[in-house]
């Protein structure tokens, strides 16, 4: 059982900053990989960005450049720096976390955090 918690979400200008941090809890040593996931009204969800245990990262087209995932694996939590943002990165952002039971694959997600972008 994992719980993950997100923070950070608010109304921010276009072109200004905002930092999401999701924090762990429970039974973490499961998870092998972190990331984050978006939904704007009348869209599915879709990946933001990834980080691995490792360290690799992975992020969608739209946020190249503009966003980074980092960790800090001594306080079990994952962040999302977004900079220079635009209107359409508006969205409920969710926290995601997937590791194993064995052999069998898991997923846990947080509730999400509203990002609003507008001035």
């Known amino acids: 059982q994992v719980q993950l918690v997100e923070s950070g979400g608010g109304l921010v200008q276009p072109g200004g900053s905002l930092r999401l941090s999701c924090a762990a809890s429970g039974n973490i040593f499961r998870i092998n990989a972190m990331g984050w996931y978006r939904q704007a009204p009348g869209k599915q969800r879709e990946l933001v960005a990834t980080i691995t245990s490792g360290g690799t990262t992975n992020y969608a087209d739209s946020v190249k450049g503009r966003f980074t995932i980092s960790r800090d694996a001594a306080k079990n939590t994952v962040y999302l720096q977004m900079n220079s943002l635009k209107s359409e990165d508006t969205a409920v952002y969710y926290c995601?976390?997937?590791?194993?039971?064995?052999?069998?694959?898991?997923?846990?997600w947080g509730r999400g955090t509203q990002v609003t972008v507008s001035s």
């Open positions: 995601n976390a997937r590791g194993r039971l064995n052999i069998s694959p898991l997923e846990y």
